[in-house]
Every structure is written in C-alpha cells, then in structure tokens.
C-alpha cells in the first residue's frame, strides 16, 4: 500500500450507554482495522444498523459486514415500537 493511502482516515460513530464515540482507523493498519472490525461485530451484535456514508453523511448504504474502506460507518441502534 501506498503511503499516501496509508494516510487516508476512516472513521466509525454511534452512540451508545457511554455517550458519543467516534473510532478512527487507517485502512493500512492492522491493529486499528481489527478493533474497528471487533467493534462493529459487537454493534451489530447490539441490534444496531450499520450505514456507510460518504465523509459529508451523504449516499447512507445499509451494511451487513464491516468494510476496511468505507469512508464512514455509522451505527444506529434500531427503533422500537410501542
């Protein structure tokens, strides 16, 4: 991988009982793909939906696996009725 890619920042939001959390990764990084990985395993495992949106919130895509490329993932626990 390039340096210049290696630079490129990813970045995964959702709220949760702990507040606002915003986890940061570089694709070329190992360690840090691996937590945002773990980390949107056990989201989805919550319940949350996962949304792949461009770095302005725009073209939300609903996904089912954690992608290394995605510019910005938000997770969103779903509604319940009542």
Do not use: C
């Not at 495992?45 to 939300?60: L, N, P, R, S």
């Amino acid at each position: 991988m390039s340096p210049v890619a290696e630079k490129i920042k990813h970045e995964m939001a959702f709220m949760d009982e702990t507040g606002d959390t915003k986890l940061i990764w570089t694709e070329g990084n190992e360690i840090e793909v691996e937590n945002a990985r773990r980390t949107f395993n056990e989201m989805r495992k919550k319940g949350y939906i996962a949304y792949a949106v461009d770095k302005k919130g725009e073209k939300g895509t609903v996904i089912d696996h954690f992608d290394p490329s995605a510019e910005k993932i938000i997770l969103a626990p779903q509604l319940k009725g009542g």
